[in-house]
């Protein structure tokens, strides 16, 4: 059984930084995509990033590019997304999302398998 965990959010200030992160449990993920996705008040959860638990391939979305970072350390079984330069349309519900197999696009929510509890970021101006 998959498990994800994610931890690291809270309250921060335009301009400040956060790092969240996403314990994985309960498989061997080599073969994996892990993702991180968004859900503000009022709207549909969005792809933030992606990477590819062997190789390191990245994606991110144009509103986050070149303010968020995607990585993974295969040691602790832990992926995190740094995030920087951070804004109040940020604020949102944040998830890790794990998809078995790095076919497709793996840029939408149906393609993932499983998914974490998510963790609250709000970002004040």
């Known amino acids: 059984q998959v498990q994800l965990a994610e931890s690291g959010g809270g309250l921060v200030q335009a301009g400040g930084s956060l790092r969240l992160s996403c314990a994985a449990s309960?498989?061997?993920?080599?073969?994996?995509?892990m993702g991180w996705f968004r859900q503000a008040p009022g709207k549909e959860r969005e792809f933030v990033a992606r990477i590819f638990w062997s190789g390191e391939s990245t994606y991110y979305a144009d509103s986050v590019k070149g303010r968020f970072t995607i990585s993974r350390d295969s040691a602790k079984n832990t992926v995190y997304l740094q995030m920087s330069s951070l804004k109040p349309g940020d604020t949102a519900v944040y998830y890790c999302a794990a998809k078995r197999f790095v076919t497709g696009p793996t840029l939408y929510l149906k393609e993932y398998d499983y998914w974490g509890q998510g963790t609250q970021v709000t970002v004040s101006s």
């Open positions: 309960g498989r061997t993920f080599s073969s994996y995509a």
